[in-house]
């Protein structure tokens, strides 16, 4: 008897390949961390913790911090662009 299992992918298809849009960066001193709040609760105070360990313990040279409206949407394509202008690496995140 063979048995077939159906797997969903919850991510949205990008518009742009995931290669044009990775960059690494080899240290932290002095970069622009940017991070995009998705406004679920308490994620302001990991992000407020996270970003005085970078800059205290890592020497960041500058934290940037972003807000979605809601955790079901994506962050707005002008948010996007902004920080990906503006910051050596973006980290997106969730509280609860």
């Known amino acids: 008897m063979t048995q077939t299992t159906g797997v969903f992918v919850p991510t949205a298809p990008s518009e742009q390949k995931s290669e044009q849009m990775r960059r690494t960066v080899d240290k932290l001193?002095?970069?622009v961390v940017g991070f995009i709040d998705n406004a679920k609760p308490n994620f302001n105070y990991l992000v407020d913790d996270v970003a005085e360990l970078l800059t205290s313990k890592f020497g960041v040279g500058k934290v940037l911090k972003r807000s979605k409206r809601a955790a079901s949407i994506p962050a707005?394509?002008?948010?996007v662009k902004e920080l990906a202008?503006?910051?050596?690496?973006?980290i997106t995140g969730s509280g609860d």
């Open 29 to 31: 001193q002095g970069c």
């Open 76 to 79: 707005p394509e002008p948010m």
């Open 85 to 90: 202008g503006l910051c050596d690496l973006v």
